[in-house]
């Protein structure tokens, strides 16, 4: 049975490139955070020829022709990506059709005037070092990665990397008409351009949806009191990145502070229920070999804490291959399994959302083909608890003798 034109599309179409800017660390553009990369920078002309260079009128073009471009193929090919959540979200914006909200976004040379949406990394700079970070995320981490990693700073004049001066600015033209901001990093909570931006977007913000992607050390920047700023937008939704209570969140995500960090999310919960109805927040735990075992552990924590809803996601370090679960031994990946099988037989509070993202997690494990490693997990743990004064065996032991590195 063949295929009607709106089926094709609707298979073939994906929103983002007919309204939105993401824009990495160094400036470089792509079709969005997960898709591959151009070499098109936001720093050569003007943002109207950004959006409309000739490999976005290509890629749209390619869509509104029914086929799936080659930049894409991480949803296309390989399913894991974010297409269909981005359609349903601009569905849920603007109350239209996707296929049909693509088609009157460009003109016929598939040129766009009005740019909806953003995902910013202005730039790499933090004030934490997570272990299973770099340092094209973090500033903090440029002196450890000169010994544990060269090759990553070889091409790195000094520890900044930025999208550029004036970034900003240049956006001003198109913040009255955007709808969805997505902010992260680096930590977008201690940036200069984030608190520029925000401030740009005010007189816009009853129409504009804001997600930040932020490690939550700070609730003020300066004198800005970040929660009383972001209420002002239509909606905030606070992505909070944390890998574990206690020792284990110490450990992993060194610059974290245990004290500091729950109190500034009870202070968040507190006040998203009292003052600030249009924030919100969920954690995001970030599984690696450090804290597989921990996750449950963790779940029981915030529960005790009055901090669980329906509000943990999950992801998991693919990269570096020496962190992450997918690359290590069957034997091991085994037990990962069983553990997380048997918990969440045993825990009947847990949201079928978690459940899910588990299951992900365990389906990863599943048909990840594990990669010969650059570096050995064991040396690589040792030497970064040398250059930080910690000790791994305190947080996971099962790092000495169950991981092996391919
Ligand atoms: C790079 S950070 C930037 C935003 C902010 N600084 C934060 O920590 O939330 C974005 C997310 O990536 C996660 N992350 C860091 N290294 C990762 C890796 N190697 N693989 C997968 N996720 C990683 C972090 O835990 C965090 O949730
Ligand atoms: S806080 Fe975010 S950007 Fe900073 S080191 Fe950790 S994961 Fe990377």
């Known amino acids: 049975m063949s295929m009607d034109r709106d089926d094709v599309l609707k298979e073939s179409i994906c929103i983002l490139p007919f309204l939105h800017l993401f824009v990495r660390t160094d400036g470089l553009v792509a079709p969005c955070c997960i898709s591959d990369g151009w070499d098109i920078s936001v720093n050569e002309g003007d943002i109207d020829d950004?959006?409309?260079?000739?490999?976005?009128?290509?890629?749209?073009?390619?869509?509104?022709?029914?086929?799936?471009?080659?930049?894409?193929?991480?949803c296309f090919k390989n399913?894991?990506?974010?297409?269909?959540?981005?359609?349903?979200?601009?569905?849920?914006?603007?109350?239209?059709?996707?296929?049909?909200?693509?088609?009157?976004?460009?003109?016929?040379?598939?040129?766009?005037?009005?740019?909806?949406?953003?995902?910013?990394?202005?730039?790499?700079?933090?004030?934490?070092?997570?272990?299973?970070?770099?340092?094209?995320?973090?500033?903090?981490?440029?002196?450890?990665?000169?010994?544990?990693?060269?090759?990553?700073?070889?091409?790195?004049?000094?520890?900044?990397?930025?999208i550029g001066d004036n970034f900003v600015q240049k956006l001003d033209k198109h913040t009255n008409n955007l709808n969805w901001v997505y902010l992260a990093g680096g930590e977008p909570l201690i940036m200069d351009e984030t608190f520029q931006y925000l401030n740009q977007l005010l007189p816009n913000a009853k129409e504009c949806e804001i997600v930040i992607?932020?490690?939550?050390?700070?609730?003020?920047?300066?004198?800005?009191?970040?929660?009383?700023?972001l209420s002002n937008f239509k909606n905030c939704h606070m992505v909070v990145s944390c890998d574990g209570y206690g020792e284990m969140g110490e450990y992993i995500r060194t610059g974290f502070s245990h004290e500091k960090f729950f109190a500034n999310v009870k202070k968040l919960r507190d006040l998203s229920k009292t003052k600030y109805h249009s924030i919100s927040f969920s954690f995001n735990f970030t599984i690696s070999i450090f804290n597989v075992f921990h996750f449950f552990d963790f779940i029981d924590y915030i529960k005790q804490e009055d901090l669980f809803f329906d509000n943990v996601m999950t992801q998991w370090v693919t990269y570096p291959y020496h962190l992450s679960v997918g690359n290590t031994s069957e034997e091991f990946k085994d037990k990962v399994r069983s553990f997380i099988t048997d918990n969440i037989a045993k825990d009947t509070t847990l949201t079928q959302k978690i459940k899910d993202d588990l299951n992900g997690f365990i389906n990863y494990l599943n048909v990840f083909e594990p990669t010969r490693t650059e570096h050995n997990t064991l040396d690589f743990v040792k030497k970064l608890d040398v250059l930080r004064n910690s000790d791994f065996r305190s947080v996971s032991p099962w790092i000495e003798n169950e991981i092996k590195s391919i």
């Open 213 to 229: 992607n932020t490690n939550l050390s700070n609730l003020m920047y300066k004198k800005t009191d970040i929660l009383e700023l």
């Open 79 to 162: 399913g894991h990506g974010m297409r269909n959540d981005f359609n349903n979200l601009w569905e849920r914006i603007t109350g239209k059709n996707y296929v049909e909200l693509s088609q009157e976004l460009v003109d016929e040379n598939y040129n766009i005037s009005k740019l909806k949406s953003t995902d910013l990394r202005f730039s790499n700079l933090c004030n934490f070092s997570c272990r299973m970070c770099a340092p094209i995320y973090s500033t903090n981490w440029y002196e450890d990665a000169k010994i544990v990693y060269p090759n990553h700073v070889v091409n790195m004049d000094n520890k900044s990397i930025k």
């Open 50 to 74: 950004v959006i409309n260079h000739p490999k976005f009128l290509e890629l749209r073009k390619q869509m509104l022709n029914g086929e799936k471009p080659k930049v894409c193929d991480i």
